[in-house]
C-alpha cells in the first residue's frame, strides 16, 4: 500500500487561487489513478477531479470544471490540485486518494486516503 499527506491549504478570498498538493510514501504511487475529494461540515464527502496513471485520462465534477487542475509529479511522487476562481462554497476539507485500478468518481472505490487539508473560502 501506499501512504498519502496533503499540504497547501488554508484560507484565501473569493476569486483568489490556492495550490493543494499530495505526496506519497511508495515507488509504486505513480502507478496509481489518483484523485481529489472534498467535504463540507455535515455533507458528503464529494468527488473534485480524477487522472489516471498515465495522466492521458483526467475527470473534473461540473462545479470545479474550468476552475481546478489536476496534475501529476512522477519524479516528486506528488498529485496537485490547482484552484483559481475560488468561491465560498469550495470551502471543504480536501483529500487526496488512490487506486491501483482505473479512475473513478466514488470514494468507496479508493482504498488509500490522506487525512485532509483545510479549505476556506472567504466571500
Known amino acids: 500500500q501506499v501512504q498519502l499527506v496533503e499540504s497547501g491549504g488554508g484560507l484565501v478570498q473569493a476569486g483568489g487561487s490556492l495550490r493543494l498538493s499530495c505526496a506519497a510514501s511508495g515507488r509504486t504511487f505513480s502507478s496509481y489513478a489518483k484523485a481529489w475529494f472534498r467535504q463540507a461540515p455535515g455533507k458528503e464527502r464529494e468527488y473534485v477531479a480524477a487522472i489516471s496513471w498515465s495522466g492521458g485520462t483526467i475527470y473534473y465534477a461540473d462545479s470545479v470544471q474550468g476552475r481546478f487542475t489536476i496534475s501529476r509529479d512522477d519524479a516528486k511522487n506528488t498529485v496537485d490540485l490547482q484552484m483559481n476562481s475560488l468561491k465560498p462554497e469550495d470551502t471543504a476539507v480536501y483529500y487526496c486518494?488512490?487506486?491501483?485500478?482505473?479512475?473513478?468518481?466514488?470514494?468507496?472505490?479508493?482504498?488509500?486516503w490522506g487525512q485532509g487539508t483545510q479549505v476556506t473560502v472567504s466571500s
Open positions: 486518494a488512490a487506486r491501483p485500478g482505473g479512475p473513478a468518481t466514488t470514494f468507496k472505490d479508493y482504498a488509500y
